[in-house]
């Protein structure tokens, strides 16, 4: 989607003395996804910034992380709040690009003088590149020390909204942010938002009550909320109920069915065809939240894409045994050989696990997500899948009747997502589609829909004998 900066700041005057491409890092980018007003999300911002040092936003990409800080600072703004947003990249990942990107925001939003005193200004003869620069470099303490000195004196609070803090890398732009941190003025709040746990002193402010976190489960969509974001596609109520069920309430996906499902041409829009895995959903993710990872993390991705549950032990023997293809392979991940630190990362940087309550220290993939980890796997490395399904469990013949010898509930070829899982059951014990629904809370058209991908995958005819299979492969005693 295309970005342009939106204007945002309380000082007109200061809108044309920053050059275009500094002055679009110091804008929230504005895209075609439309804003819709969040109260139950605002409301708990406010708050957080009344009363805390530094709000923390983490959560997986395409949560809606950006829009909602978006449309919480033009309701500030609107009220007469001075907010200051910086948009980081990979280029201002260096404390002397960083410090000054934190000065132009605050300048944009009309909370420092346009120029700069002398004895504040960075100067040196012949400056270094910006990546051997540290924080602890006192040339760039003047400038810094002058923001926070002008902020001081401010009668009003002012708001500073750091998104995608995950670019930042170099341990010496994080110490800048932590004595940016440590030395904001009471007048100062600080809104950071990324995709994962910043590296700075985090529990300390948590203890110390001066952090505090927003989660990334509420970000999820609500019904009511979709429906709104949902309206120029003109889905009906089932539908929209349908895609937050399928979605998980992930923004991104429902505004791409948004656009997918839009009719065209007289063509009434094919719900089942977006519910199988549509290539927006499936390229996004793949662009977004894959590719941008490490090729160990990759790799480890891929090879847990089959498992239904991803827990510590199964991790582990995935690592052990490398790549099926090549027994040279290294047999750790990231030097840690235990499953248990593979999981920890996939949660730090939230891609998209889920904990499951009932197993603790396990988790699972969020569905769409597993959907498009499955299909790279296939496209990407088509060598591993039959090593990786002899390592989770062989696949047994179709049969009504129990095999003498049972698989695990892993051996499906596209194992059942969380939710099917959970319908597979309440069929056991002869649920109707109607009662499923009422005890999910979820319409009656996404029971059906889940029921004909359970026939799908279990291949079975009817519920007399997706349950006898389902039982024969362990995925219900």
Same mark, same amino acid.
């Given at each position: #989607? &295309? ?17 275009? +491409? !500094?002055?679009?890092?110091? &804008? ?48 500030? =703004? ?22 000054? #990107? ?20 960075? %100067? ?11 924080? /602890? ?23 500073? !909204? =750091?998104?995608?803090?995950? +670019? ?23 809104? *950071? ?20 976190? *927003?989660?990334?489960?509420? +970000? ?14 003109? +889905? ?49 993710? %793949? ?37 099926? /293809? ?11 050989? /235990? ?16 904990? *499951? ?10 569905? =769409?997500?597993?959907? #498009? ?39 499906? !070829? ?8 959970? =319908? ?16 999910? &809370? ?11 991908? !359970? ?16 039982? /024969?492969?362990?995925? *219900?005693?």
């Amino acid at each position: #989607m &295309s970005t342009h900066p939106t204007a945002l700041t309380n000082a007109p005057h200061t809108r044309n003395t920053l050059p275009p +491409l !500094i002055r679009q890092h110091v &804008s929230p980018p504005q895209g075609a996804t439309p804003v819709v007003r969040r109260p139950r999300l605002l409301r708990p911002l406010d708050q957080a910034a009344g009363r805390h040092r530094v709000t923390l936003l983490i959560a997986p990409a395409g949560a809606g992380k950006t829009t909602l800080l978006r449309s919480w600072a033009e309701g500030r =703004i609107a009220e007469g709040a001075t907010v200051a947003w910086v948009s980081l990249a990979p280029l201002l990942d260096a404390p002397l690009t960083f410090v000054g #990107m934190i000065l132009a925001a605050l300048r944009h939003a009309g909370a420092l003088p346009a120029d700069v005193p002398e004895w504040a200004q960075y %100067r040196r003869p012949a400056p270094p590149p910006a990546s051997l620069l540290r924080a /602890s470099d006192p040339s760039l303490l003047p400038p810094l020390a002058w923001a926070l000195n002008c902020v001081a004196e401010r009668a009003a609070p002012l708001t500073l !909204i =750091i998104d995608g803090y995950q +670019l930042i890398a170099d341990p010496a732009t994080h110490e800048v942010m932590g004595l940016l941190i440590a030395h904001a003025p009471p007048q100062l709040r600080l809104v *950071i938002a990324g995709r994962a746990e910043p590296a700075l002193p985090v529990a300390r402010l948590r203890a110390n009550g001066s952090l505090t976190d *927003i989660p990334a489960e509420a +970000l999820r969509w609500t019904l009511a909320e979709a429906e709104q974001l949902l309206a120029p596609a003109g +889905l009906g109520q089932r539908q929209v109920a349908a895609l937050v069920d399928y979605t998980e309430g992930w923004a991104a996906g429902l505004y791409l069915a948004g656009l997918a499902l839009r009719p065209a041409a007289g063509r009434a829009p094919e719900l089942d065809e977006f519910l199988a895995g549509h290539p927006f959903v499936l390229d996004y993710l %793949r662009d977004e939240a894959l590719d941008h990872q490490p090729p160990q993390l990759q790799a480890f991705l891929l090879k847990s894409a089959l498992l239904p549950e991803l827990c510590p032990g199964r991790c582990e023997e995935l690592l052990a045994d490398g790549d099926p /293809s090549r027994p040279d392979e290294p047999r750790s991940y990231g030097g840690h050989p /235990s499953g248990q630190a593979a999981l920890a990362a996939l949660a730090h940087r939230s891609l998209f696990v889920t904990p *499951i309550s009932r197993r603790p220290g396990c988790y699972r993939y969020h569905p =769409i997500f597993a959907h #498009m980890l499955r299909e790279e796997l296939a496209r990407r490395f088509p060598h591993w899948v039959e090593p990786l399904r002899r390592c989770i469990g062989e696949p047994q013949p179709r049969s009504i009747a129990p095999p003498a010898r049972r698989a695990p509930a892993t051996a499906l !070829i596209e194992p059942l997502s969380g939710r099917e899982r959970e =319908i597979l059951d309440l069929m056991e014990i002869g649920c109707s589609n109607r009662d499923i629904a009422a005890r999910l &809370s979820i319409v009656e058209g996404t029971v059906k829909t889940h029921v004909k991908h !359970i026939f799908g995958k279990l291949g079975a005819r009817n519920r007399t004998e997706a349950v006898a299979i389902a039982r /024969s492969l362990q995925i *219900i005693a």
